[in-house]
């Protein structure tokens, strides 16, 4: 079962806009999670995390929100790059395991 | 330090065969995980192997199989092929302690015919 879930398979952003990439999560072990980022033919790349005692994450433009009573986390770009275009994967991690459970992704395209 | 290595990066096989892929971590990581990804089922964990022992499994047919050396290298196998086996598998490395972030290499492009 997919333990983690990103319903949006797709989102186009324009460039200098913000960009928003959710993912709902099902297990309540997960404690700590990761977003990925993913180009054609490469492997995914670590982008951000954040553990289950915070709310909220920041690195440069990109931050990371987690709303644990909702069981949703959300990853915010601002502001929003062509670079930026690829799929996103988020990942639930719990403190029993050694596995990511990752969600399907999604593809963000940013237009200049 | 030179990043995660996987040979080959693309494989074309027929069904029925089996076939092995590898994985160098990087240096000093002695976790290595493998993940399956294709299109309709994102990326799905196979297993994973720390210091030369399989510590946690996916849920995947017996017919995936992996074993670890001591220089921390990994391969996987996959016997009896099946067109569904088609996909792009990666291998991940980590450092011991357990909420660090696992780094992944390019991936092996896996086609079943």
């Known amino acids: 079962d997919q333990q983690v879930k990103q319903n949006s398979p797709s989102l186009s952003v324009q460039e200098g806009r913000i960009s928003i990439l959710n993912c709902d999560y099902t297990?309540?072990?997960?404690?700590?999670f990761l977003w990925y980022k993913k180009y054609p033919a490469e492997g995914p790349t670590f982008l951000i995390s954040?553990?289950?005692?915070?709310d909220k994450n920041e690195d440069g433009r990109f931050t990371v929100f987690l709303n644990k009573s909702a069981k949703h986390l959300s990853l915010h770009i601002v502001p929003s790059q062509p670079g930026d275009s690829a799929v996103y994967f988020c990942a639930g991690l719990s403190n029993s395991g050694y596995a990511l459970n990752f969600g399907k992704g999604t593809s963000l395209l940013v237009t200049p | 330090k030179a990043g995660v290595t996987q040979t080959p990066r693309y494989l074309i096989k027929t069904r029925g065969q089996q076939v092995t892929l590898s994985c160098s971590p990087i240096?000093?990581?002695?976790?290595v995980s493998w993940y399956q990804q294709t299109p309709g089922q994102g990326l799905q964990f196979l297993f994973e192997?720390?210091?030369?022992?399989?510590?946690n499994k996916g849920n995947f047919p017996g017919r995936f199989s992996g074993r670890q050396f001591s220089n921390s290298r990994s391969e996987m196998n996959v016997s009896t092929l099946e067109l569904g086996d088609s996909a792009l598998y990666l291998c991940?490395?980590?450092?011991?302690?357990?909420?660090?972030?696992?780094?992944f290499g390019p991936g092996t492009r896996l086609t079943v015919l």
């Open positions: 954040i553990s289950s005692i915070k």
């Open positions: 192997y720390f210091s030369e022992t399989q510590r």
């Open positions: 240096s000093g990581h002695r976790s």
């Open positions: 991940a490395s980590k450092e011991e302690s357990h909420y660090n972030e696992q780094f």
């Open positions: 297990n309540s072990m997960f404690d700590y």
